[in-house]
């Protein structure tokens, strides 16, 4: 069983920057496909971001993209979601995920997921 916790959310102002973490439990992130997903109220679960267990492949939706970055520590267990320039529309539920398959942008591809963190971009 793999376990996911995220931390890092929080309230901060357009153009701002907040640093979304990920530690995982039970087993080496090393061994997952790490995602990031985020739901804002009354919407569908959306893709933000995906790290190939090699590391040798990310992706991106477009609209985060060169704003945000997906990034792991194996040494703490650990992925992060750096964002940066944030806007009011990054409002969401953060949630991370994790696969032992590829990148994938759909929620039934990741078999692990954490129980979110909240951010809010305020104007």
């Known amino acids: 069983q793999v376990y996911l916790v995220e931390s890092g959310g929080g309230l901060v102002q357009a153009g701002g920057s907040l640093r979304l973490s990920c530690a995982v439990s039970?087993?080496?992130?090393?061994?997952?496909?790490m995602g990031w997903f985020r739901q804002a109220p009354g919407e569908e679960r959306l893709f933000v971001a995906g790290?190939?267990?090699?590391?040798?492949?990310?992706h991106y939706a477009h609209s985060v993209e060169g704003r945000f970055t997906i990034s792991r520590d194996n040494a703490k267990n650990t992925v992060y979601l750096q964002m940066n320039d944030l806007k009011p529309e990054d409002t969401a539920v953060y949630y991370c995920?994790?696969?032992?398959?590829?990148?994938?942008?759909?929620?039934?591809?990741?078999?692990?997921w954490g129980q979110g963190t909240q951010v809010t971009v305020s104007s």
């Open positions: 039970g087993r080496p992130v090393s061994s997952y496909t």
């Open positions: 995920a994790a696969t032992s398959d590829y990148i994938g942008e759909r929620e039934r591809e990741y078999e692990y």
């Open positions: 790290l190939h267990w090699s590391r040798a492949t990310s």
